[in-house]
């Protein structure tokens, strides 16, 4: 069912200034940049080598993001988990008692789909299924 780590999601207040701390600490370099309007968040992938962090900024006063900050803070938000089968991997765990987000995979990009466990299910984690096509 899972196949690798996919990326650590972290709520920033900047991503600019995160971004110029991770690329001079340790060299990473953005590999995508999405907004989500809707939602009221942007997010920025950066990476090095086989190592990936979700940026998570949040855009305007309201939205899930934000929700999260005024609840927890910034910092750590999930652990996303690659699979090759996202529906039968929710299937899968449904049916092992995790609560499921969400009954369809969300499509993010073109050649990618998530999904969400409630962190009451999995001992206070946030954790995301993620699903990416071979291109």
Known sequence: ???EYDHVGVVVKDTEETLTVLSGLFGFEVTE???FP????RSTLVAREKITIELIEPMGPKGI?????????YGLHHISLRVEDIEKAMQTLST???QLLQEKPTRITETSEISFIHP????GILIELMHR???
């Open 96 to 98: 092992k008692g995790a």
């Open 133 to 135: 096509e071979s291109t």
């Open 33 to 35: 940049r999405q907004e």
């Open 65 to 73: 993001i934000q929700k999260f900050v005024s609840k927890h803070g």
């Open 1 to 3: 069912m899972l196949k």
């Open 38 to 41: 809707k939602e009221g968040f």
């Open 120 to 123: 009451g299910s999995t001992a």
